[in-house]
């Protein structure tokens, strides 16, 4: 036994190392703001390969600019169209994102839409968890918003900025204007 044990635990040591940065980036954000552009077309569903642009510049180019739209210009229409023109909603960041500005102009029935297919395509896509669960609130449902909460803290932990935000926005009276 002792020898198997001399044998797993440098391997389980290897592994967490292996995997810190990766986890640490994904989780290192600190804002509302998405913290990186969307995953590369390497990742794989059900065996299939993705056939996607996201790792080609002009694609990254065209989704940065989106984003300052959304979060330096506030222009949600502007971004809704920059980036439907990318044709990638099936991209967890993208149709977050999309979801988030029709969110911002009221439109929750489009932005649920665009929430659910982000999580279609990553169902352990942190910042929908959050956005969803603002919006969850913002429609009066309370107890949906507690658990995307619940999602957030096994996703990212109870200290994520995602969990904090969430947290702060449900510690708030029924009917209070959310500011994030």
């Known amino acids: 036994m002792r020898k198997l044990s001399m044998l797993l635990v440098p391997g389980l040591v290897a592994v967490s190392l292996a995997a810190a940065p990766v986890l640490t980036s994904a989780?290192?954000?600190?804002?509302?703001?998405?913290?990186?552009?969307?995953?590369?077309?390497?990742?794989?569903?059900?065996?299939?390969?993705?056939?996607s642009s996201v790792s080609d510049p002009k694609f990254l180019a065209a989704y940065r600019t989106a984003y300052t739209t959304i979060f330096d210009n506030h222009d949600y229409t502007g971004a809704i169209g920059q980036l439907k023109s990318l044709k990638r909603d099936d991209v967890a960041d993208v149709a977050n994102l999309i979801g988030y500005s029709y969110r911002k102009l009221g439109d929750y029935q489009s932005s649920k839409v665009y929430y659910e297919l982000a999580l279609k395509d990553d169902p352990n896509h942190v910042r929908t968890w959050q956005y969803y669960g603002l919006w969850q609130?913002?429609?009066g449902n309370r107890e949906q918003a507690q658990y995307h909460l619940n999602k957030l803290a096994s996703l990212a932990g109870t200290d994520s900025s995602e969990y904090r935000s969430l947290a702060a926005a449900l510690d708030k009276p029924t009917g209070a204007t959310l500011v994030y």
């Open 137 to 139: 609130l913002e429609q």
């Open 27 to 51: 989780y290192a954000a600190g804002s509302d703001e998405p913290s990186s552009p969307p995953k590369s077309d390497t990742s794989t569903k059900k065996g299939k390969k993705k056939s």
